[in-house]
T-cell receptor, first 113, second 111 residues
Framework: DAGVIQSPRHEVTEMGQEVTLRCKPI?????LFWYRQTMMRGLELLIY????????DSGMPEDRFSAKMPNASFSTLKIQPSEPRDSAVYFC???????????FGDGTRLSIL | DQQVKQNSPSLSVQEGRISILNCDYT??????FLWYKKYPAEGPTFLIS?????DKNEDGRFTVFLNKSAKHLSLHIVPSQPGDSAVYFC??????????FGAGTTVTVRA
C-alpha cells in the first residue's frame, strides 16, 4: 500500500521566494494534517482538513502561510514570501476516521537562505 | 506551552533488556495517547496507542501503560533490539483531534 507521499523531499530557495509543498494522502483517508518540525518547537500542528475542508488553522504561524486541499488526493502548503525562519522539516499526515492513528509522509526539508 | 513532556532526551539500553520511555501531560482533556518511532530522514511511524478508558495496551514487544491520575504514560519495549534505535515521540489528543507531541527520546540499543 502506498503511504503518504510528499514532494519535494528537499527544497532550498532564497528569501522572498514562493515555496509550495505537496502532499498526497493515503487513499480513503478523510483527514489530512500539516506539521512543522524545528529544533526549538519540536513537532507542531499547522492545519488540518476533514473531507477537503479546513477545520483548524490556528497553528498557521502567519498570513504568509496558506494551505489548500482541492480534492481528496492532493494538498498544498504554500509560503509566500518565504523567510529564513521558515526553515524546517514539514510533514504531511493522514488518517481515516476520528481518532485513528495518523500516518506520516517522509517530510520536506526546507531551507530558506 | 508544552502540554506533553518527555523529560529524558536520551536512553541507552543493552540488547535484550527492557527499554522504558516516559511521558507526562498536563491537559486533563486528553483522552487518546500514541507513541511514534522516527528514524533519520523519515516521517514518524505509528507504534501503539491507548485510549483513556484503558490503563494498558500491548502489541508484541511493545506495551503502553497509562496512569490518568498521575497524567503519566510509559512505553515498554521488551526485549530491546538494535532496530529499535530511533527517536520515540509521545503524542496526545482530546476531542478536537489535534495531536500534541513531546520533544522525543532518542533510544540507543547497544549490542
Amino acid at each position: 500500500d502506498a503511504g503518504v507521499i510528499q514532494s519535494p523531499r528537499h527544497e532550498v530557495t532564497e528569501m522572498g521566494q514562493e515555496v509550495t509543498l505537496r502532499c498526497k494522502p493515503i487513499s480513503g483517508h478523510d483527514y489530512l494534517f500539516w506539521y512543522r518540525q524545528t529544533m526549538m518547537r519540536g513537532l507542531e500542528l499547522l492545519i488540518y482538513f476533514n473531507n477537503n475542508v479546513p477545520i483548524d488553522d490556528s497553528g498557521m504561524p502567519e498570513d504568509r502561510f496558506s494551505a489548500k486541499m482541492p480534492n481528496a488526493s492532493f494538498s498544498t502548503l504554500k509560503i509566500q514570501p518565504s523567510e529564513p525562519r521558515d526553515s524546517a522539516v514539514y510533514f504531511c499526515a493522514s488518517s481515516g476516521q476520528f481518532n485513528q492513528p495518523q500516518h506520516f509522509g517522509d517530510g520536506t526539508r526546507l531551507s530558506i537562505l | 506551552d508544552q502540554q506533553v513532556k518527555q523529560n529524558s532526551p536520551s536512553l541507552s539500553v543493552q540488547e535484550g533488556r527492557i527499554s522504558i520511555l516516559n511521558c507526562d501531560y498536563t491537559n486533563s482533556m486528553f483522552d487518546y495517547f500514541l507513541w511514534y518511532k522516527k528514524y533519520p530522514a523519515e516521517g514518524p511511524t505509528f507504534l501503539i496507542s491507548i485510549s483513556s478508558i484503558k490503563d494498558k495496551n500491548e502489541d508484541g514487544r511493545f506495551t503502553v501503560f497509562l496512569n490518568k491520575s498521575a497524567k503519566h504514560l510509559s512505553l515498554h519495549i521488551v526485549p530491546s533490539q538494535p532496530g529499535d534505535s530511533a527517536v520515540y515521540f509521545c503524542a496526545a489528543s482530546g476531542s478536537d483531534y489535534k495531536l500534541s507531541f513531546g520533544a522525543g527520546t532518542t533510544v540507543t540499543v547497544r549490542a
